[in-house]
Nanobody
Framework: QVQLVESGGGLVQTGGSLRLSCAAS????????IAWYRQAPGKEREFVAR????????FYANSVEGRFTISRDNAKNTVYLQMNSLKPEDTAIYYC?????????WGQGTQVTVSS
């Protein structure tokens, strides 16, 4: 099992920045890739960004490309999501998702609210 704890959410004004963290514990040796998803009120959960654990290859949703950056610190088993130029439509609960040893694991989420 892999346990995930997200942090770093909060309230920010339009144009501001936040950095989310996702700390993994447990059977972290089997982690293949880590991703961020988000879910806004009344909407389905959507993909935001992902990073491959070994290669560091990244991929982003079109809506955040150029504004968000995903990175990892393998020594700390932590993945970050740097979010810049935030918009009100970025308001959502952000979830960390890990694919490890063929199974998906989710964190509890962290709220991000962008005021206009």
């Amino acid at each position: 099992q892999v346990q995930l704890v997200e942090s770093g959410g909060g309230l920010v004004q339009t144009g501001g920045s936040l950095r989310l963290s996702c700390a993994a514990s447990g059977r972290t040796a089997g982690i293949y890739r880590i991703a961020w998803y988000r879910q806004a009120p009344g909407k389905e959960r959507e993909f935001v960004a992902r990073i491959i654990g070994d290669s560091g290859t990244t991929f982003y949703a079109n809506s955040v490309e150029g504004r968000f950056t995903i990175s990892r610190d393998n020594a700390k088993n932590t993945v970050y999501l740097q979010m810049n130029s935030l918009k009100p439509e970025d308001t959502a609960i952000y979830y960390c998702n890990v694919l490890a040893s063929g199974a998906f694991h989710w964190g509890q989420g962290t709220q991000v609210t962008v005021s206009s």
